[in-house]
């Protein structure tokens, strides 16, 4: 069955290294998506990429990268963790195209990122 | 598993009971909606979903209301069982692109 995973699960890291989360799907979905979420603002957007070699910010974009060198992964980067970057963070794929039927976002489990 | 919400708006229903989320979007350009349910320590989960020509949809124990005038969706689920106690988030895309913005969400809390 198509699947989409992330790992880590749980990360610990310190401020200011370097942090990479992984994000692989196996429904051969142009769009994937990167997320976001904390107490009282729910999922917020902060990357996301409709195929290979494109790549757009979102929302809360700023201190985050990402790369799509293949369909199946988008690797979030957090090139100087901050406190602030703690939170949960969940990757997502969907279809594309003109004969798509709808918007529907597919979501991985998530990973529990803790910057201290 | 994490906690997504400590500070969101609570449901509590009593089980077999119905429940009605709602939610108001601010974009009157959105033509396009979806229910996420989110259970604790999980992804968010598809339930149901709706487009603008259409003002009612039913699903599996659930049904769909949107009222465009209003700019108000509703989520209703039946015979409420204590599997349904999760965080729900309404979503929303203009159909310029793929990308979906969700509200903030509401938790379902089952009554025994």
């Known amino acids: 069955d198509a699947e989409i995973t992330q790992s880590p699960r749980h990360k610990i890291t310190e401020t200011g290294r370097q942090v990479t989360l992984a994000c692989h799907q196996t429904?051969?979905?142009?769009?994937m998506f990167w997320y976001r979420q904390d107490l009282g603002h729910g999922l917020r957007l902060i990357h996301y990429s409709y195929g290979v070699q494109d790549t757009n910010k979102g929302e809360v974009s700023d201190g985050y990268s990402v790369s799509r060198s293949n369909t199946e992964d988008l690797p979030l980067t957090l090139e100087s963790a901050a406190s602030s970057q703690t939170s949960v963070y969940f990757c997502?794929?969907?279809?594309?195209?003109?004969?798509?039927?709808?918007?529907?976002?597919?979501f991985g489990p998530g990973t529990r990122l803790t910057v201290t | 598993g994490e906690s997504v919400g400590l500070h969101l708006p609570t449901l509590s229903v009593q089980e077999g009971d119905n429940s009605i989320i709602n939610c108001a979007y601010s974009n009157s350009a959105s033509d396009y909606f979806i229910w996420y349910k989110q259970e604790s320590g999980k992804g968010p989960q598809f339930i149901i979903d709706i487009r603008s020509n259409m003002d009612k949809r039913q699903g599996q124990r659930v049904t769909v209301l949107l009222n465009k005038t209003v700019k108000h969706l509703s989520l209703q689920i039946a015979a409420t069982q204590p599997g349904d106690s999760a965080v729900y988030f309404c979503a929303e895309n203009t159909d310029r692109d793929d990308k979906i913005i969700f509200g903030k969400g509401t938790r379902l809390h089952i009554l025994p």
């Open positions: 429904w051969n979905h142009n769009n």
């Open positions: 997502a794929s969907s279809e594309s195209g003109l004969d798509r039927t709808s918007y529907e976002q597919y």
